[in-house]
């Protein structure tokens, strides 16, 4: 049933939504969707920036959005590539209804 639920998640709308709710200066390096036992859509993302900044103003865009809820959950780690200072990881519960 879960992968029923996967099917039904549509990798456009992600796209589309992001595109107007992150700034332009963070850079989405991965997003992993998911389904929890609420049968909410659940984002795991990382993403990258040259300073905390634009990252802070991306959780508060997200947590304002109507298309994304709270953060579930975030941590910092080493960027993959050194063409950003930083690669936070982060949860968010996404509004697509599936």
């Known amino acids: 049933m879960r992968l029923l639920y996967r099917k039904g998640i549509s990798w456009t709308r992600i796209f589309a939504d992001l595109e107007k709710t992150v700034p332009w200066n963070v850079k989405v390096l991965a997003i992993r969707p998911?389904?929890?036992s609420q049968n909410q859509v659940l984002l795991d993302m990382t993403v990258g920036a040259d300073s905390p900044e634009p990252v802070i103003e991306l959780y508060k865009a997200l947590e304002e959005s109507p298309?994304?809820?709270s953060l579930l959950g975030?941590?910092?780690r080493r960027p993959p590539s050194r063409t950003r200072s930083i690669a936070p990881r982060m949860?968010?519960?996404y509004?697509?209804?599936l």
């Open 34 to 36: 998911s389904v929890n």
């Open 91 to 93: 949860t968010v519960i």
């Open 67 to 69: 298309l994304f809820g």
């Open 74 to 76: 975030h941590s910092t």
């Open 95 to 97: 509004a697509q209804k």
